[in-house]
């Protein structure tokens, strides 16, 4: 997280999608206002590069929350392997709004060769033209496939995995969270025991079984080393 907002580092589309949290234990909006907009592309370290129109008049920053639903529709269909009913409107809106300022790619040689993609235009078009491209030439890529939800039951943030450990939005918070559990035994259920969330515990109780065994383990075979050592100093050598 970055000073409250729930960025994780991840690809634009992705970060744009989790400034979504109405379906989640918060329910807040991160783009409910826009200076809340703002804001977020002012910290969103995969939007730097992008020129927020100041002031932002309601309609854009409207426009831009309906990209970032309809991005995030599309990255949950994926996450949960299911088609969405409306996966077609969703990706319309996409097409519209990056049909509002003209765009072209342009090589960029100052170091290693990269591409970039250009749009020109009003300021507003260009920004929300922009935003959605982003957010297509995502969707429409390999690192799509990989999107998966956190296994927190009500956490919403979705996140790229790069292998298949990793089950979490943030590794870094939920293995302290993991281990604290383990250690403490088990806390007062606050919520419905969804599925995933009797899945967690059954790990947590499992954890915390091979915990104690190995601890108890351990005084008995430091008593069996004494006890091996004690035979052998004891043992005759076959001298008078």
């Known amino acids: 997280m970055s000073d409250g907002l729930p960025l994780l580092g991840e690809a634009f589309a992705v970060e744009l999608a989790n400034s979504d949290h109405r379906t989640g234990h918060e329910d807040r909006d991160f783009l409910a206002a826009p200076e809340d907009i703002a804001a977020w592309f002012a910290q969103a370290p995969a939007a730097a590069d992008l020129v927020v129109p100041a002031p932002l008049p309601p309609e854009v920053a409207a426009a831009v929350r309906d990209i970032r639903d309809a991005t995030r529709l599309l990255l949950t269909e994926t996450a949960d392997d299911h088609r969405a009913a409306m996966r077609t409107d969703a990706a319309e809106l996409l097409h519209h709004e990056a049909r509002r300022a003209a765009g072209h790619l342009a090589l960029d040689v100052s170091g290693a060769p990269t591409w970039q993609l250009h749009h020109e235009g009003e300021v507003q078009d260009v920004f929300l033209a922009a935003v959605a491209s982003r957010c297509i030439l995502f969707l429409g890529g390999e690192d799509a496939g990989r999107v998966q939800r956190c296994a927190r039951p009500v956490c919403p943030m979705l996140f790229v995995t790069r292998h298949r450990a990793r089950r979490f939005c943030s590794d870094h918070r939920a293995r302290p969270e993991a281990f604290f559990r383990v250690r403490s035994g088990p806390q007062p259920a606050v919520l ?49």
């Open 192 to 240: 419905a025991e969804s599925g995933s969330r009797r899945r967690g515990r059954e790990m947590q109780d499992t954890a915390r079984s091979f915990f104690d065994r190995w601890r108890t383990r351990r005084p008995s075979r430091a008593g069996e080393r004494r006890t091996a050592a004690g035979a052998r100093n004891a043992a005759p050598d076959g001298r008078d």
